[in-house]
Nanobody
Framework: QVHLVESGGGLVQPGGPLRLSCAAS????????IGWFRQVPGKEREGVAC????????YYADSVKGRFTISRDNAKKMAIMQRNSLKPKNTAVYYC????????????????????????WGRGTQVTVSA
């Protein structure tokens, strides 16, 4: 059974860094795309970033492009997402996600379609950017 555990969330000062980790088990990670979604109250979950299993290609939502960086370590079965200079608008619950070969479909305007493409989810980690 696939199990994803996020870590690295919490209270962050505006302008501070973010480093989220996702530890995966119950799967051979190199066969899976892996990435991150986020959700704020009252809104649907949106795809933020993902990285392909086959070639390491990365995909980012337009709202985070150039500011967030995603990486993966198949040997450690982990994915990392980082950014510097967090802003209050980055406050959200961040979820790790995996699926086979659907990563590009996570970063689309239709959020319901994007979430439907995900095979497995973590439980999420709250990131709050506030002074």
């Amino acid at each position: 059974q696939v199990h994803l555990v996020e870590s690295g969330g919490g209270l962050v000062q505006p302008g501070g860094p973010l480093r989220l980790s996702c530890a995966a088990s119950g799967l051979t990670l190199e066969h899976y795309d892996i990435g991150w979604f986020r959700q704020v109250p009252g809104k649907e979950r949106e795809g933020v970033a993902c990285i392909r299993s086959n070639n390491g290609g990365t995909y980012y939502a337009d709202s985070v492009k150039g500011r967030f960086t995603i990486s993966r370590d198949n040997a450690k079965k982990m994915a990392i997402m980082q950014r510097n200079s967090l802003k209050p608008k980055n406050t959200a619950v961040y979820y790790c996600a995996v699926d086979i070969a659907t990563c590009p479909q996570w970063i689309v305007a239709d959020r319901a379609l994007a979430t439907a493409r995900v095979g497995s989810w973590g439980r999420g980690t709250q990131v709050t950017v506030s002074a």
